[in-house]
């Protein structure tokens, strides 16, 4: 879609909105349950938040389900249960997420196993949150809550996460989002649009709840 597209698409969605009701809303995307993928840093859980308001259901953060489930940080689960174990629990979360009206946001390793790959895929729409790694590296350098990256040179390692993970994101994904300077509102009108066009090309699938 080109600049202008999108420019007036933001503006009209921020003009018709505060007037649409909530059933107004939902109308038309009454029944999907967006997941959201990518890298860490990407967005998924903010952006995931704006879309759940949007589209008035709840918002089913991975990493938070897992962080309430085993009653510790992300950090304190790596440190004394190892990677493999959080896999686990990502993968467990993952299924127990998928299906229920929600949008979910995942973890941005979501994809490295070939089981969770497999439900992703029988669970559209996805939608990949694309970032560059010189992107995330400015918005998550430093952050302790994050294993992978808390032990420094951030960006060498989000090149090699990218390396590995883009093709398994483009794998999955329905719609891919290029994030970069675009706004978070526009982020959203994009998304909006997508699903959209998406829910007319497949229909209204049903869900599980
Ligand atoms: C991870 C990303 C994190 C979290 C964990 C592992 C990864 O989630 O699940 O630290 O492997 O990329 P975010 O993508 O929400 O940061």
Excluded at 2 to 26: C, F, I, S, Y
Excluded at 76 to 100: C, K, P, S, V
Excluded at 164 to 174: F, H, K, N, Q, S
Aim: contains cysteine.
């Amino acid at each position: 879609m080109d600049d202008g597209n999108a420019v007036v698409k933001k503006a009209l969605l921020e003009q018709v909105w505060p007037h649409m009701t909530e059933r107004m809303k939902n109308k038309k995307l009454a029944r999907i349950s967006p997941v959201l993928v990518g890298l860490m840093g990407s967005g998924k859980s903010s952006i995931g938040r704006r879309l759940a308001e949007y589209l008035d259901v709840p918002l089913l953060d991975l990493d938070e389900m897992i962080i309430e489930r085993a009653g510790c940080s992300i950090p304190e689960i790596f440190g004394r249960l190892g990677e493999e174990a959080f896999r686990d629990m990502e993968t467990a979360t993952l299924g127990d997420a998928l299906g229920r009206h929600a949008v979910i946001a995942t973890g941005g390793g979501v994809v490295m196993r070939a089981e969770n790959m497999a439900l992703l895929k029988e669970h559209p729409p996805v939608i990949w949150l694309k970032a560059s790694p010189e992107f995330l590296a400015q918005r998550i350098d430093g952050d302790l809550n994050r294993p992978l990256i808390a032990a420094g040179d951030t960006l060498n390692k989000l090149k090699e996460l990218a390396r590995v993970r883009y093709p398994l994101y483009e794998e999955c994904a329905d719609f891919i989002l290029p994030r970069g300077d675009m706004e978070k509102s526009e982020a959203l009108a994009e998304i909006v649009a997508f699903l959209n066009a998406w829910q007319k090309r497949v229909g209204n699938p049903g869900r599980k709840d």
